[in-house]
């Protein structure tokens, strides 16, 4: 049974007036379904469910009443990415009558007081959560990041609970709010080298698919595996990848990741012993590539950015591009945070110029790309490829950003490269 | 007339013929919000309309967008009477309460078989008294 301070009491009895009392009303619903016994104050709310694409009618209809019943968010909050750039959404081929009802969502959402970020790496836009910080975010690679590599605390919130923890100001304490829920559950022992973001993607796809929700912790052990410590962007793709395949929320990484040492418990009462995790091993990447490769030649859509790019990896892109020209359709997809910075630096324009395009705000998971007659896609995400068949009805290629980017150029998939040599 | 008791998820009183589930549904695709029917292909519910019915199923499942079907339907006057679980997760409790559907959980549904009357009164289910009215 939920224990409620006098405050919460109040909001849930309708001091605070309706729209507050809905929100409490799921908040505490949440709390008994999943036997929290009382609510953490949360530092912010990352709300999904934004695409016009996935909330339907019933979602556009659900948000303005909300907001028109007096809904207003009491923490920060974003947005995560929309169906389309919403400024540049005709040069996407976006539909008006779909650009309408997506912005009815936004201002919907912009009238809450939700921040007007559509991304799904608000870590890289400034919103950088502190370590030991409740949140309740809902976008899984963000909420991945959140926890493993910031070390903050936040379950994976569905979109209406992630604004209901946001009107409120908190959510229910359970699950990865607990210090013991956040202990490994599983060894993933890999043994054979990881050295690109596509390479950490095919990782979190084998290791989500068979850890499920649980909380893998990784030890890099081959001679190579990990010759550096990883990226940022590598970081991103493993975390994405296995909320895709698997709904992990919460991974470590030996050496890396701020929650390591803790992670095993060692010394705690209630901790388990390693020596009782399972252990999964990993001595080659090539069925992760396999299962996310459709046998495509032919490639008219180049798609990066899930999760949303990095500034280094659009400057990766622009000097591939520099001087050259797209046969296929090349989008990336970012931030509007991340676009204006690489507008700064110019990169936009030379991306632009080989005929490329720098979207903000969407990307191709969200965005309702089945009716833009593309045929074959080529993208750098596994979490992209995993979702592409079923979400978008489309066959894809799915490599490193470099593979991504000749494709781009000739039009056609260059030969698959052998992946992790022992 | 037999009685059970179960764990409030929205509270409320409702009252209709029972519709019940041996597989979960989840509402995104699953039903389709501009008529109540179950459109998931293979369900056991397929073709059925879940329209004033107490709705009996083990749990929810698929997307949590799935939440803001419920409220549509509600909205178009279509939504189930009440719901019962056998244990309930987010999706379908968050969608019961933005709807004001009543919802309780933690209940035998095998004790509920399709066309019982279903009267819910906050956590008590009555099963089997005779229709009112």
């Given amino acids: ?422 | 007339m037999q009685k059970l008791r179960g764990r409030v998820i929205f509270r409320g009183n409702a009252r209709g013929r029972a519709l019940v589930s041996s597989a979960s549904i989840g509402f995104l695709g699953g039903v389709d919000p501009e008529t109540g029917v179950v459109i998931e292909e293979g369900h056991p519910l397929q073709g059925q309309s879940v329209a004033g019915r107490v709705l009996v199923f083990p749990k929810g499942k698929g997307s949590t967008v799935g939440s803001y079907t419920l409220y549509r339907l509600s909205r178009s006057g279509l939504a189930p009477a009440a719901i019962i679980n056998a244990r309930s997760e987010a999706i379908v409790a968050v969608g019961a309460i933005m709807a004001g559907i009543p919802m309780v959980d933690l209940v035998d549904i095998s004790q509920i078989e399709t066309g019982d009357w279903v009267e819910i009164l906050g956590e008590e289910v009555l099963i089997g008294g005779e229709a009112s009215g």
């Fill in chain 1, 1 to 422: 049974m939920v224990q409620l301070t006098g405050e919460e009491q109040a909001a849930l009895a309708g001091r605070d007036g309706p729209a507050v009392q809905k929100a409490m009303q799921i908040i505490t619903a949440l709390a008994e379904i999943y036997e929290a016994s009382r609510l953490v104050p949360i530092a912010s709310a990352q709300i999904a469910g934004v695409s016009y694409k996935n909330l339907g009618e019933a979602g556009l209809e659900f948000l303005e009443e909300w907001a028109a019943a007096g809904a207003r968010v009491r923490v920060p909050a974003f947005m995560n990415p929309a169906g389309m750039d919403l400024e540049r959404w005709p040069e996407m081929g976006i539909a008006a009558e779909f650009a309408r009802k997506q912005q009815r969502v936004v201002d919907a959402l912009l009238s809450m007081g939700v921040a007007l970020t559509c991304t799904c790496t608000p870590y890289l836009a400034g919103y950088v959560p502190q370590a030991g910080e409740h949140l309740a975010w809902s976008e899984s690679s963000a909420v991945s990041f959140a926890n493993s590599v910031l070390a903050a605390r936040s379950n994976r919130e569905g979109g209406p609970s992630a604004l209901a923890a946001a009107i409120t100001g908190r959510t229910a304490a359970y699950g990865l709010h607990l210090l013991e829920n956040r202990w490994a559950t599983h060894i993933i022992e890999v043994r054979c080298r990881v050295r690109s973001a596509s390479d950490f993607g095919a990782l979190g796809y084998l290791v989500g698919s068979q850890v499920e929700d649980g909380v893998p912790y990784f030890r890099f052990r081959g001679k190579g595996s990990l010759t550096t410590e990883p990226p940022v962007e590598e970081l991103m793709a493993l975390g994405a990848a296995m909320a895709a395949s698997g709904a992990v929320a919460l991974y470590h990484i030996e050496g890396v990741t701020p929650q390591a040492q803790k992670a095993l418990g060692r010394g705690q009462a209630a901790s388990p012993s390693i020596a009782v995790l399972p252990v999964i091993y990993i001595d080659d990447l090539s069925e992760g590539y396999g299962a996310l490769n459709s046998p495509l030649h032919e490639i008219d859509f180049v798609s990066l950015g899930c999760p949303h790019s990095s500034l280094k990896d659009i400057e990766r892109v622009a000097a591939l591009l520099d001087g050259k020209r797209v046969r296929a359709t090349l989008w990336i997809s970012t931030s509007r945070q991340v676009r204006s910075q690489a507008q700064r630096h110019g990169l936009v324009k030379r991306i632009e110029a080989a005929g490329g395009k720098v979207f903000a705000d969407t990307c191709m998971v969200v965005a309702p790309i089945e009716g833009m007659g593309f045929r074959a896609m080529a993208t750098n995400s596994a979490k992209a490829a995993f979702y592409s068949p079923t979400h978008s009805g489309l066959q894809r290629r799915f490599g490193t950003l470099e593979q991504c980017i000749e494709a781009a150029l000739s039009g056609h998939w260059p030969g698959s490269s052998q992946h992790c040599e022992a």
